[in-house]
């Protein structure tokens, strides 16, 4: 069990982060069709370079435990900026009409990436990770999620 529980943390970083290196390295690769989805945004090849080392400078810290909760910090703000500024799923008028389309799709887009700050959050606020045996051996346990004993377990 040991092995479990000191791999764990690693793994779900991990699996937290994965999908930020392939995106930089989308932006790169097509960095036509990159600058293009920016917009009009103001200096694009500047924010489109610092969204690369964004992308792959945190993940390497947050998987490496080297500053990880500055690191998940502006992550978290890259995803918030990144769906408020690329997800604008209420501008399509078929998503107010429930309808398949573009706007659907951003909306999904604009809901994983607050997702992504949630877990990100997590890592900010909560670097120490309960071991996978104490969850196992308190399985219905529960966590105060507010207030001065927050995060503290409450066993049944």
């Known amino acids: 069990m040991n092995l479990i529980n000191d791999y ?5 970083r991990i699996c ?3 999908l930020f290196p392939f995106s930089a390295v989308d932006k790169i690769v097509n960095w036509g069709a990159a600058m293009k989805q920016a917009g009009v945004m103001p200096f694009k090849p500047v924010m489109l370079a610092a969204s690369i080392l964004v992308e792959f400078a945190t993940p390497i810290c947050i998987v490496t435990g080297w500053h990880d909760r500055l690191a ?4 978290a703000g890259f995803c918030v900026l990144t769906a408020v500024l690329f997800h604008q799923f209420w501008r399509f008028p078929e998503f107010w009409r429930f ?9 999904w887009e604009f809901l994983k990436n607050f997702g992504l700050v949630g877990g990100l959050g997590l890592i900010v606020l909560a670097p120490m990770t309960l071991p ?3 969850a196992l051996r308190h399985p219905l346990a529960s966590t105060h999620v507010d207030g001065p004993h927050a995060a503290a377990p409450l066993l049944p």
């Open 8 to 12: 764990a943390p690693l793994i779900l």
């Open 16 to 18: 937290l982060v994965a």
């Open 72 to 75: 998940a910090f502006i992550l």
């Open 99 to 107: 309808k398949e389309g573009e706007g659907l799709e951003h909306f």
């Open 132 to 134: 996978v045996s104490e």
